[in-house]
């Protein structure tokens, strides 16, 4: 039994730094990447950052220069840190794992609000 536990979420101001973590409580077997996600309501849900087992990295053109993801695979865990907060980055935001059998793990979304 697997459970993605997110934690970091808050209220920051605009311009504002958070840092969310994303630990796996069970053991999970040849992990290809992890990821974040977010939505904001009335919006779909969008890929924030991936990073691959091979170290890739990818992420969105509106988070480029200010969010960075990083992992740490003797705890299965996965950061991002996000940096000059913006109000357009208030969402819930979810971590991801797969699989090399391509099965999803999500965490169940940590809330982030960028107001002043």
């Known amino acids: 039994q697997v459970q993605l536990v997110e934690s970091g979420g808050g209220l920051v101001q605009p311009g504002g730094s958070l840092r969310l973590s994303c630990a796996a409580s069970?053991?999970?077997?040849?992990?290809?990447?992890m990821g974040w996600y977010r939505q904001a309501p009335g919006k779909q849900r969008e890929l924030v950052a991936r990073i691959t087992r091979g170290g890739s990295i990818t992420y969105a053109d509106s988070v480029k220069g200010r969010f960075t993801i990083s992992r740490d695979d003797a705890k299965n865990t996965v950061y991002l840190q996000m940096n000059s907060l913006k109000p357009e980055d208030t969402a819930v935001y979810y971590c991801?794992?797969?699989?090399?059998?391509?099965?999803?793990?999500w965490g169940r979304g940590a809330q982030v609000t960028v107001s002043s």
């Open positions: 991801d794992f797969i699989t090399v059998s391509n099965l999803n793990y």
């Open positions: 069970g053991i999970i077997f040849s992990i290809n990447a």
